[in-house]
Structure formats: C-alpha cells, structure tokens
C-alpha cells in the first residue's frame, strides 16, 4: 500500500471528542475516497471527494460526518461529538483515473476507539 | 440487504493446492469485479479484477471467473503459499459509480504449510 498515507494509525477518542482523520494520495492521484470497515464487516463506501470538490457522499451519515479534499494538503475525514458505535478502521483510497474500471489504491487505515 | 455476498466465513487449503474462494451478487447493473488481499493492520491490496464483458482474467496465479447468468464470481489460486494466508474481499461497481464499491464481508483463506 506505498503511496497512499493515513494518520494517525490509531486513534482514541472519549465520547464527545472530535476525531480527525487524515490522508495523503499516492502522486499524481487527485481522486480520494473514504471507507469505513465495523469489526467483522466489509468495507463501506462513505465518500467521493475530487480536490475542492465533493463528488458522491451517497455513504456519509448525515449528521457529524464531514470531509474535505482542499486544494493544498490532505484530505480530512472529520467525525464531531464521536460516539462508540464510530469505532471502526477508516480507510483512504484514491485513483488517477475519473472513470469507471480503475482500481483503488488503499492505505493502512485509522483505527478509531471510542472509549 | 447484502448485495455482495461471501457465504464462507474462512478456508483452509494445503499449500501447493488450489483455493477456491467464492462471491456471489444480486444487483444486475453491476458491471466491475474486483478482489482484494488483506492483512492484519494492514489496507486491502488489489489483486485481480474482471469486467463484465469478459468471463475470465488471468495474472499469473490468480485468476478470476465470472458467471454473469448466475451472478457469481471466483477467485482461483493456485499453486496456494503460505503467503497467500489473507482475508480476500470480493468487490463490485456499476455504471457510473466511480469508487464507489460494494464489498463482500471476506474469506478468511488459511494456506497450511
């Protein structure tokens, strides 16, 4: 998974907390994407972001989720007021490509605990 | 509503023997495949993936079958290593979705030495 940079690895939040997570694209990629996986789940889609640009949020709960791709730096998943049920590994891919048929380069993840 | 479907939780295999692992799908719009590797504290890897208008893909061990009439796909390796030891998520697209995947919940393949 060279390339694609998540931080932190792990992250501890108490109930109520903020949580920020952040992701780097491998070079050249300008498409970044936001999965979360639950213990003993797949992954799920969350969102789509291009820079400056959110493309699809179809997977976002509406409320306390936010994302953001700005022209210069990372993309940040941002989750407000956390609370347990959010505890999951949160992973970041991207792509080069805008249409359909390319494969997602993945990072290691953030594994969040809400405690 | 589970539209990419796993049904085995776990495999284990000889090494040297073929793994056969297994993904199944209800939604007929989609019209991408792709399997991906995972390991512990790791991000998935991609592996190997198929479009629809094909029936079969290739890369060195790894090879994938699609029955598009049974919506059904697999994941052949052979021979399996050690290293191949992973959990393998099945994933799918449609038309339009960009990055937007739907995954299986995994196999947990164990390859015995």
């Known amino acids: 998974n060279a390339g694609v940079m998540q931080n932190p690895r792990h992250l501890v939040r108490r109930r109520g907390q903020e949580a920020r997570l952040r992701c780097s694209p491998m070079?050249?990629?300008?498409?970044v994407y936001w999965y979360r996986q639950l213990p003993e789940e797949g992954l799920k889609f969350m969102v789509y972001?291009?820079?400056?640009?959110?493309?699809?949020e179809s997977g976002m709960p509406k409320e306390r989720f936010s994302a953001e791709f700005p022209k210069e730096g990372p993309s940040i998943l941002r989750i407000q007021q956390v609370v347990r049920g959010d505890s999951a590994a949160y992973f970041c891919a991207s792509s080069p490509f805008e249409g359909t048929n390319s494969p997602l380069h993945f990072g290691n993840g953030t594994r969040l605990t809400v405690t | 509503d589970q539209q990419v479907k796993q049904n085995s939780p776990s495999l284990s295999v000889q090494e040297g023997r073929i793994s056969i692992l297994n993904c199944d799908y209800t939604?007929?719009?989609?019209?991408?495949f792709l399997w991906y590797k995972k390991y512990p504290a790791e991000g998935p890897t991609f592996l190997i993936s198929?479009?629809?208008?094909?029936d079969k893909n290739e890369d060195g061990r790894f090879t994938v079958f699609l029955n598009k009439s049974a919506k059904h796909l697999s994941l052949h390796i052979v021979p399996s290593q050690p290293g191949d030891s992973a959990v393998y998520f099945c994933a799918a697209s449609g038309r339009g979705s960009q990055g937007n995947l739907i995954f299986g919940k995994g196999t947990k393949l164990s390859v015995k030495p």
């Open positions: 939604n007929s719009m989609f019209d991408y």
């Open positions: 070079k050249g990629h300008s498409h």
């Open positions: 972001l291009q820079k400056e640009n959110i493309i699809d």
């Open positions: 198929i479009s629809s208008i094909k």
